[in-house]
């Protein structure tokens, strides 16, 4: 279960740090919009079927590790890393909207470019 954990933070941050900086290289252009691809689907596809619009799969996943561990879970992930970062509550609307900027913003890049 431990590994588990641990696993799907490695995946989150490399899903993260990817979608904010795969467009970058030409040659990483076509894997990001592929991973954008993927987390547009578990937010307008997944997440309205859930009744959870914004719905990321992963984070689905890991909130079923962390019940299952007995810890507390968060409505997001990128909620999670600003509270454990920083060290206290994060303005969830505003962590929302920046997720949703980059996640907007580097997809029209990686489009443009």
Do not use: D
Not at 16 to 44: K, M, Q, V
Not at 57 to 86: A, D, H
């Amino acid at each position: 279960m431990r590994f588990a954990n641990v696993f799907m933070h490695g995946l989150h941050l490399a899903v993260i740090l990817f979608c904010s900086l795969g467009w970058i290289l030409p040659e990483t252009r076509a894997w990001h919009l592929g991973l954008c691809a993927l987390i547009y689907f578990s937010w307008f596809v997944l997440g309205p079927l859930k009744g959870e619009l914004g719905f990321c799969f992963l984070t689905g996943i890991q909130q079923k590790l962390w019940e299952k561990q007995g810890r507390e879970t968060n409505p997001s992930y990128m909620v999670f890393l600003y509270e454990k970062l920083l060290g206290r509550p994060a303005p969830q609307p505003l962590v929302s909207y920046v997720t949703q900027g980059v996640l907007y913003s580097t997809t029209l890049l990686s489009l443009c470019l």
